[in-house]
């Protein structure tokens, strides 16, 4: 159970989203704004599912799509937070599932979604340990429409093979062997890495091959001290790894990196399943063992929300076994809800499922499931200067993530 810090709140942004032309507004009596950035590709055809059974299961609701594109939804939380601070929210919006919500909450700007769940019987759906990861003093604020994993590893094959590499190391010292192999065979930087968050995802897969399940969550509840010897032994071996990686990892967004994958240049990639592509190997990060490491697409129940029965049903929708079924088939991540069958799933997904029901879920931070957004940006800020460094100050490092732990851990 996660216990939100009281923070400040924003000031007001600038930014201003002229509305859409030439579409038919829904009659403001019936419409349900629905706020996100799947503008494009499976994103949108996920939603455009979910649409679908909306329209199907809630008669006198018209959806509207309020989507804002780009930025990895980057720029739709700009926009959000300008709505937000000027009172003029969407009837629901997206919002990566765990502690990013947490400032909304302690703001009283989501309400509770605790009766609800029981209503919708999502207490026995979802896996406990990701039901206890929503849970804030008691009480819960959104519903997962998905799952994604972040701790998987992505290969190239030919790569592997040029080095005489078989099979996916099992453990850390076997992976950080294998990177060894694959620079005597001639690959220069066989750890494709990104800028910023991408790196946060390389550090928390060793924080949890290195502390456990039990100890990575620690983390950010305080049970596990960040200035502890288990974290500067989990920052050395980061820093091990890093010396493997692209010289220039921070002008590399994720897709730059796989780039560097797919195109015959690096061996290895850390990142989630979305960078899933054919041709490439997947693992889970050797040393995670049964672990998770779960991020969540979810929706809320915005405080002054115009239509809240209509919001309401939009919810038991994004809740429900057939809405999920049918945004994740097409989405391409798999069903928060682990009372899903697998027909019409990828390979991928279907085995992603079966580890979803008998894994150890832990959260994120690299996205927002397990910190909040300026504890986010803190870290990454924290990992950028020791990324860019010529000499690399562990103690710094950790000294800076044991500072950034104590501002947001409420004692």
Excluded at 140 to 156: E, F, G, L, T
Excluded at 218 to 232: M, R, Y
Excluded at 338 to 361: I, L, N
Aim: with cysteine.
């Amino acid at each position: 159970m996660r216990f939100p810090r009281l923070l400040a709140a924003a000031g007001a942004l600038t930014l201003l989203v002229a509305p859409a032309c030439g579409a038919e507004k829904p009659d403001p009596a019936t419409k349900v704004e629905v706020f996100t950035w799947w503008a494009d590709g499976d994103e949108k055809a996920g939603l455009d599912a979910l649409v679908g059974r909306f329209t199907a299961g809630c008669p006198g609701h018209e959806f509207e799509n309020g989507a804002v594109a780009g930025g990895a939804g980057v720029n739709a939380k700009q926009v959000l937070a300008a709505r937000i601070q000027r009172n003029d929210p969407p009837d629901t919006f997206q919002v990566h599932a765990g502690a990013e919500l947490d400032d909304y909450i302690a703001a009283g700007r989501v309400q509770d979604l605790t009766a609800d769940y029981a209503g919708w019987g999502l207490r026995q759906a979802l896996p406990p340990g990701l039901v206890e990861d929503l849970t804030v003093n008691g009480k819960i604020y959104s519903v997962p429409a998905d799952i994604h994993r972040a701790n998987v590893v992505w290969s190239n094959p030919e790569l592997l093979a040029g080095a005489g590499i078989t099979r996916p190391p099992a453990t850390l010292g076997a992976l950080m062997a294998d990177l060894a192999a694959l620079k005597r065979s001639g690959v220069e930087e066989p750890l494709a890495l990104g800028r910023d968050w991408t790196q946060l995802m390389l550090l928390e897969a060793v924080l949890i091959s290195d502390l456990g399940a039990e100890g990575f969550a620690g983390l950010f509840n305080g049970a596990t001290d960040w200035g502890g010897s288990a974290v500067t032994g989990a920052l050395e071996d980061y820093a091990a790894l890093l010396a493997y990686s692209n010289a220039d990892r921070d002008s590399r967004d994720w897709p730059d990196a796989r780039r560097l994958l797919t195109d015959g240049k690096a061996a290895y990639l850390v990142m989630g399943d979305w960078a899933a592509a054919d041709g490439l190997g997947h693992f889970t990060f050797p040393g995670n063992g049964r672990v998770f490491q779960w991020l969540a697409d979810s929706f809320v129940l915005p405080t002054g929300a115009p239509n809240p029965a209509g919001t309401r049903c939009w919810l038991r929708t994004v809740a429900s076994a057939d809405g999920q079924r049918a945004f994740n088939r097409a989405k391409g991540s798999i069903p928060a809800r682990t009372d899903v069958g697998g027909e019409g799933f990828s390979a991928y997904q279907v085995g992603a499922m079966a580890d979803w029901r008998s894994g150890t879920p832990v959260p994120s931070c690299a996205h927002g499931s397990a910190c909040t957004q300026d504890w986010q940006n803190a870290v990454n800020a924290a990992l950028g200067v020791f990324s860019t460094a010529t000499e690399k100050d562990l103690a710094g490092l950790q000294q800076a993530l044991a500072a950034t732990a104590a501002r947001y851990i409420r004692g």
